[in-house]
């Protein structure tokens, strides 16, 4: 049975940073591509980062480049998202995804997907 438990959100001011993390179990987390996603209220839900299951290629939303680091650790079977420069439009509920196949290269917003509970990130200015 695969988990995903997001942690790291939080409250903070606009220009300041935060990680967020995924902890995986449950199936070999190096085989898949992992995903972050988000959801701010009135909004659907929508793709912020993704990393391939072997780490080389990354995507990023226009919103987030350059801002946004996504990275993963497969001793640790865990994946991370910093975040810095936020603004209060990084507001929303960030969830990790990750595909049911393996060997893929992005993940997809799909609700297929393995998800998180989610992790509240709110930025004030």
């Known amino acids: 049975q695969v988990q995903l438990v997001e942690s790291g959100g939080g409250l903070v001011q606009a220009g300041d940073s935060l990680r967020l993390s995924c902890a995986a179990s449950?199936?070999?987390?190096?085989?898949?591509?992992m995903g972050w996603f988000r959801q701010a209220p009135g909004k659907e839900r929508e793709f912020v980062a993704s990393i391939s299951w072997s780490g080389r290629n990354r995507v990023y939303a226009d919103s987030v480049k350059g801002r946004f680091t996504i990275s993963r650790d497969n001793a640790k079977n865990t994946m991370y998202l910093q975040m810095n420069l936020l603004t209060p439009e990084d507001t929303a509920v960030y969830y990790c995804a990750t595909p049911w196949a393996p060997y893929s290269d992005y993940v997809r917003n799909e609700n297929d997907n393995y998800w998180g509970q989610g992790t509240q990130v709110t930025v004030f200015s």
């Open positions: 449950g199936r070999t987390f190096s085989s898949y591509a």
